[in-house]
């Protein structure tokens, strides 16, 4: 025995839902993580803190504010309504803005670590340089800081195909839809499907561990996320 | 060392099981494994055993597929009150469980359920209209309720008309949460979980005819870690008992 067409169709689900997140969240975490890294305004605790807590919050209590969010008495729920988009529960969006919130601190973290350690030095050389911010950024920041983002992108990826609950929560279980890896093995487990559980389940383990062996393995240095 | 060290820790060992043989002598506690359609029901029944035995219910709920595999991995639990009646028969056939101690504790009943005031009508037509956006059921492949939800839907011949509307829940308390929160209109759910003392307790629902579905037969049964504990024992005497019956049919089940 091996995957079947629904394992197939969960995995390519999977990696579709991993790369559109891990991209969104590239584009929207950068701003943040070069606000967090750079502004002495108040505000940098409690908008840090808001991007930290789906490192501790359970994926359920997402999942099920999310639930709430999106659904027709929700906030988002009625301005998706009020767009013509229908409610986005039950649907690929859905988990996409879900996975962007769950793994938005695997991402904005790495980058803001990465920015921090710059420091201000070589951005005053550029600006005595006459370059405006735009070149600054693309020129001396994003090259600078290539390792944090290249952690960013791989965490936020791996994060997102690990993601459980708060699909469990938003997703319905919707074939081609909803259904990713980690719901498709759970279906399996609940069904007593034990064979096609492994398969799947071992699949995962390989997929992780190589994930972080990369990660780990391109660190040339000791000093935490940068 | 080894050695007294480890006859340090058997005394140890001794006297705590001492003190839990002490206290359990006046009242024992019993570890339940419970469906999550029995919920309700079972929050009721522990106040009335615990009042009339002596004895102490710790209920864990959850889908009977999970129960299943951690019950073969080990788990604590020392009755299980499944949904369906296949899990506590395979689970005796695979010697987990003691013998002649299987029973069955309650007959489901299924509704259709909306949480929305008159939107279900009296004969659940509104499934065959076009209206609606999402029909939640649970997982037919681990909830009996989900597979009586698929039998209903085969039987009306409303399987392939509805296919693209279909969310599933991991259990029948998921499925019964997609349809409270508004985010599906409809859903197949437990009537024990939206009926309370002859009625429902908000919204609109068709109580589905049993004969749409194979019955949804709820079997009880004493796990081998039960074997020895008289609370076990009493917890499956008193769901037979006329008492716990009155409770079980106040929540729409059969017996």
New interface residues.
């Given amino acids: 025995m091996s995957l079947s067409s629904a394992d197939y169709s969960a995995i390519w689900l999977t990696l579709k839902l991993a790369s559109l997140t891990t991209v969104i969240l590239l584009i929207v975490g950068t701003p943040i993580a070069l606000w967090l890294a750079r502004t002495g305004s108040w505000l940098r605790g409690p908008v840090g803190a808001i991007v930290a807590l789906p490192l501790v919050l359970p994926p359920t209590v997402i999942g099920f504010y999310l ?2 969010a ?4 929700g906030l988002i729920g009625q301005l998706s309504q009020s767009l013509g988009l ?2 986005l ?2 649907s690929f969006a859905g988990l996409v803005i879900g996975s962007v919130l769950y793994s938005m601190p695997f991402v904005v973290q790495p980058l803001q670590n990465a920015f921090s350690a710059i420091g201000t030095r070589p951005l005053e050389v550029a600006a005595t340089l006459r370059a405006n911010p735009w070149d600054t950024f693309f020129s001396v920041t994003l090259p600078l800081a290539r390792p944090g983002v290249i952690t960013a992108t791989i965490l936020g990826f791996a994060h997102t195909v690990g993601e459980f609950g708060v699909v ?2 938003i997703g ?3 074939p081609e839809k909803t259904r990713v890896v980690s719901v498709q093995i ?2 399996h ?4 499907e034990y064979a096609q559980a492994h398969w799947l389940a071992g699949a995962m383990l390989v997929f992780s561990f190589a994930v972080l062996l990369a990660l780990y393995s391109s660190r040339k240095t000791k000093a935490g996320w940068s | 060392m080894i050695i007294r060290a480890s006859r340090f820790a058997s005394a140890c060992l001794a006297s705590l099981v001492a003190v839990f043989a002490f206290g359990s002598a006046q009242a024992d506690e019993v570890q339940v494994a419970v469906a999550a359609n029995f919920t309700a029901p079972i929050q009721a029944i522990a106040a009335d055993f615990e009042k009339d035995t002596g004895h102490k219910l710790v209920t864990s709920f959850g ?1 009977t ?2 129960f ?2 951690q019950i073969k991995n080990g788990a604590p639990f020392e009755v299980l009150l499944s949904a369906d009646d296949s899990t506590p028969q395979k689970l005796e056939a695979e010697g987990e469980t003691i013998k002649g101690s299987r029973f069955t504790y309650a007959v489901g009943t299924l509704a259709l359920w909306s949480a929305k005031e008159g939107y279900v009508d009296a004969k659940g037509d509104v499934l065959k209209k076009n209206e609606y ?2 029909l ?1 059921i649970a ?1 037919p ?2 909830a009996p309720y989900g597979l009586a939800a698929t039998q209903v839907l085969a039987k009306e011949g409303l399987s392939d008309k509805v296919k693209d509307k ?5 259990n029948i308390t ?1 499925a019964y ?2 349809v409270s ?4 209109e409809l859903g197949f759910v437990a009537l024990s979980q939206i009926y309370k003392d002859g009625k429902i307790t908000s919204g609109s629902a068709w109580i589905v005819p049993a004969s749409l579905h194979d019955p949804i037969k709820q079997d009880a049964v004493i796990l081998n870690k039960g074997m020895d504990n008289p609370a076990a024992k009493a917890l499956v005497d008193y769901l037979k008992g006329p008492k716990a019956a009155a409770v079980i049919k106040s929540y729409g089940y059969e017996i």
């Fill in positions: 639930l709430l999106l659904g027709p008495h229908g409610t529960t039950f469990l929560m319905g279980n919707i759970y279906d487990v609940e069904a007593m | 889908a597929g999970q299943y595999t956006q999402h939640s997982n492949k681990a279909i969310v599933e829940g991991q998921q949460q997609f929160t508004g985010n599906a």
